[in-house]
């Protein structure tokens, strides 16, 4: 996948984030698509290539959605998207369980580092909701999944991305 490739996939998932939040406003907590480009690049292609696609699809979402801190998706998805890329160059995580446990943590961890990086620039922060991280990393490791097999087929891969067959 190219550039072109990459900005097209921030894209089309931006848009469904859009599609998503105004056809059910309260989803907007709970479902964020962004996700998906970011553990794709960071499992499938380079770290490199991870980062740059977290900072182009959190900046996106930053662009769109958010009205506090501008950048802090960004860096958010951006530093994710780095330590997901060096995860995944030592460790296999093409398996459907791996995806889904990628998918939850890496919604938690961009929680975790939000709260981190709102209190050091002093603003204010709520209590952190459990429930509502465990249902955000819930839907993040089954739009994970469910975005592995969707991009999967439309670029011709095999579950193990490495575009041949294995006998």
Not at 53 to 59: D, E, F, P, Y
């Amino acid at each position: 996948m190219t550039a072109l490739g990459a900005i097209l996939f921030v894209a089309v998932c931006l848009g469904l984030q859009v599609l998503v939040t105004s056809l059910v406003p309260g989803a907007a907590e709970y479902v964020d698509c962004l996700i998906v480009p970011v553990v794709w690049f960071g499992i499938r292609r380079s770290q490199r290539a991870a980062m740059l696609t977290g900072c182009m699809a959190g900046l996106a979402q930053d662009v769109w959605f958010r009205s506090a801190v501008f950048g802090l998706s960004g860096f958010e998805k951006t530093f994710l998207g780095w330590i997901l890329g060096g995860l995944s160059s030592r460790f296999d995580l093409n398996s459907t369980t791996s995806l889904f446990t990628t998918g939850f943590m890496f919604s938690v961890a961009q929680n975790l580092l939000a709260i981190g990086l709102l209190r050091l620039m002093d603003q204010v922060t709520v209590r952190p909701m459990l429930v509502h991280w465990l249902i955000q990393g819930l839907v993040a490791g089954l739009l994970v999944v469910v975005g592995f097999a969707i991009v999967n087929r439309i670029a011709g891969e095999n579950d193990t991305g490495s575009g041949y067959s294995s006998y």
